[in-house]
């Protein structure tokens, strides 16, 4: 495949097919929540619309980030009602979101808490020891099943660490029955009025990766072994009926949105996924639990997924975007220009000397975050701008061998809108890892990815990365 390729010789012609198969698709996020009609049969996505999240709630604690979970279902529960509004065959309602944060309910999908996002830094404050912050303290009591167990993806905004702070103050020891699960997993149960379930791929940070279940030995010695820990299921359940208007819609599991999105730029065993948007990942598709100084995460298919996560990429940009456009009394439509300009002075400039580290905020890269050799003449946007996207492409030539020492992968798969926009970051990318590649033509990765699972669910496909690639 030519460098530069898009992903459109991999789908299925429009015309092969005459009749409509569509599904809600519904991708549940923390600042807003975005919606389809995805016709699985034509693969079309319809009608895109997003709705904003529930304002952050009120806390004396700086470090705590929750939200109203009837705000969260009301603005779900609209946008629902109006994408239905749109067409006439629904054959379900398909669901992604965060894996991180936590929610506490019932049986029936009754909330007996707030939904603890994954930006809540609670766990980091100091426990009443005085001597060390309560994720410390987890971190001593898990030990080295961090990595072995829970496959590295272990840090204070995934629902273990929420736990064990709601443990530690005792406010887990009068809620008998209760289910800890994830946002996505308690929408889906609260729509249908059942017991909620946890998709496979909603379980990173909590799973045993090896055994394929909850890590019961581990959650007993954490003496969170009294809730009542959820069913683990496929994307293709059916966790109740959505009864609206007339219609009875089946309401599938939720899955994770890195997957779902993954799934959406179809990719496909031996290829190497870099994601660039306001975050960054990079991520390949692999049958073996061994970890190294990456994640490994539940995928699609019974596969797991290596990847390393929050590398410095739209964030840092958009920081250092600020700090050029700062002057007040700037427009969107200003910004919007500003973000054109940046990358066409990048591509003018076909080489510089000044320097950048971006790690602005904490992540896979080690900071702090600078600028370096900047003179009189260098001292320009296409300058600045070049060497972010020139230090990005260092920063994946990194990380891709860290994730793949062997560098064995076929090639590239680009997505996210930075790499969409910018030719010059996916050209510099790819000379550093030497590979050709493609780009995923959507810039709706998580709603084309709940698309590739519909036609799992409907039976056009066997599977979700034969469906892929």
């Given amino acids: 495949m030519l460098r530069g390729q898009a992903e459109n010789d991999l789908l299925f012609p429009n015309e092969q097919y005459q009749d409509q198969m569509d599904f809600i698709a519904i991708d549940i996020g923390t600042s807003f929540t975005k919606g389809s009609v995805v016709d699985v049969n034509s693969m079309v996505i319809r009608n895109v ?5 529930g304002a952050k709630l009120a806390s004396e604690d700086p470090f705590v980030y929750e939200l109203d979970l009837d705000n969260v279902l009301q603005g779900v529960t609209e946008l629902i009602d109006q994408l239905l509004s749109s067409t006439t065959d629904c054959r379900g309602i ?8 936590l929610v506490l309910c019932d049986r029936n999908g009754r909330a007996r808490s707030n939904y603890i996002s994954w930006l809540d830094r609670r766990a980091t404050n100091t426990h009443p020891s005085g001597k060390v912050t309560y994720f410390d303290r987890l971190t001593e009591e898990v030990g080295d099943r961090s990595r072995t167990v829970l496959g590295n993806e ?9 736990l064990h702070y709601l443990r530690e103050n005792g406010q887990l020891d009068n809620l008998p029955g209760t289910i800890p699960v994830t946002l996505p997993d308690y929408v889906a149960a609260a ?21 394929r279940q909850f890590p019961y030995d581990l959650l007993r010695e954490l003496r969170l072994d009294h809730l009542d820990w959820p069913d683990i299921v496929d994307f293709r359940h059916v966790v109740g009926e959505y009864e609206v208007a007339g219609r009875s819609l089946p309401v599938y599991a939720p899955t994770g949105d ?4 993954l799934a959406g730029t179809l990719l496909a065993q031996g290829e190497l996924s870099i994601n660039v948007s306001t975050g960054s990942q990079v991520s390949m598709l692999t049958s073996s639990t061994d970890v190294g100084d990456f994640q490994v995460r539940p995928y699609f298919d019974g596969l797991l997924l290596k990847t390393i996560t929050n590398i410095p990429a739209g964030r840092a940009l958009t920081a250092i975007m600020k700090l050029l456009t700062e002057i007040p009394g700037r427009s969107k439509e200003d910004m919007a220009q500003s973000w054109d300009y940046f990358f066409q002075q ?5 080489t510089t000397d000044a ?41 994946y030539e990194q990380l891709a061998a860290r994730l793949t020492p062997a560098q064995d992968w076929s090639r590239l798969v680009f997505s996210g809108g930075i790499a969409q926009q910018s030719s010059l970051l996916r050209d510099l ?24 699972l519909g036609r799992v669910i409907a039976g056009l496909s066997d599977s979700v990365v034969p469906a892929s690639g």
């Fill in 346 to 350: 990048a591509q003018q400039t076909t």
């Fill in 94 to 101: 398909l669901m992604c979101g965060q894996m991180g944060g």
């Fill in 49 to 53: 619309s997003r709705r904003a999240g």
């Fill in 191 to 211: 729509l249908c009025n059942t017991r909620p379930v946890m998709e496979w791929t909603s379980t990173a940070g909590t799973l045993d990766i090896v055994s």
């Fill in 154 to 162: 272990f840090r204070p905004g995934l629902p273990l660490s929420f």
């Fill in 429 to 452: 990318v790819s000379d550093e890892l030497n590979s050709e590649y493609r780009t995923a033509t959507s810039s709706e990765d998580a709603l084309y990815g709940m698309m590739i």
């Fill in 355 to 395: 320097g950048v580290n971006l790690a602005f905020f904490p992540g896979a890269v080690e900071g702090p975050g600078s600028f370096t050799n900047l003179r009189e003449d260098n001292l320009r946007v296409g300058h600045i701008a070049r060497a972010c996207l020139e230090q990005m492409a260092d920063y």
């Fill in 258 to 261: 890195h997957q779902c999105s």
